[in-house]
């Protein structure tokens, strides 16, 4: 299936100590700033034109200040999104001109222009467990094993880490990598994963 395909979704983290109704308004607010820096790109004019579909997650506390201890920033909020601006810089160098991720921020100038709101957009493949499962059920649902990666029919994937299951399955792994669209995906998931509603 090719990307233009797929369903999208604009994801936000907010602060979880507005009200509901401010949480949503910082959000127009990045989708707004998002629009204004990647309207023009493919991913946004598919996503406002067949999609429209917004996820507003809690993002924690917003706080710029650096802790002196650990060097990271204060707030979850800020913490979340530096996941991102970190992951991009990695990949910077990357051949595949989608490897890193558009996402816009908003800073309130009443609340002394604390981020309230950042936000992306995602594939299914981040969303859509039952289609794009993770390794460990992915493999359950294959037909076969290649020779070198036989499975004991009575060991059990339950609670093996992902990179065993990489050292387990080392043929089968960049095999469902592909499926799931590469590092940007699964990296997203990861972020998104067991995040609560705002």
């Known amino acids: 299936m090719k990307e233009m395909e797929l369903e999208k979704r604009m994801y936000f983290f907010v602060p979880y100590n507005l009200s509901p109704i401010q949480q949503a308004i910082q959000a127009g607010h990045a989708a707004v700033e998002y629009a204004r820096l990647f ?22 506390t917003t706080n710029n200040s650096i802790d002196n201890e650990t060097g990271n920033f204060v707030g979850t909020l800020n913490q979340l999104k530096n996941e991102i601006i970190q992951f991009n810089f990695n990949h910077r160098h990357d051949k595949n001109l989608d490897a890193t991720i558009d996402y816009a921020d908003f800073y309130e100038p009443d609340l002394n222009n604390a981020m309230t709101a950042f936000c992306f957009i995602v594939d ?45 399955f080392p043929g089968m792994y960049p095999e469902w990598v592909r499926l799931m669209g590469g590092a940007k995906t699964l990296f997203l998931r990861e972020l998104l994963r067991d995040k609560k509603l705002a």
């Open 39 to 60: 309207g023009h790109g493919w991913l946004f004019k598919d996503f406002s034109t067949n999609w429209k579909t917004w996820i507003i997650l809690n993002g924690g």
């Open 124 to 168: 299914e493949r981040v969303f859509n467990y039952k289609d794009y499962p993770d390794f460990q059920d992915w493999i359950r649902a294959q037909d076969f094993v290649d020779e070198d990666e036989k499975l004991n029919s009575f060991i059990s994937l339950e609670g093996l880490e992902p990179d065993r299951l990489k050292e387990l």
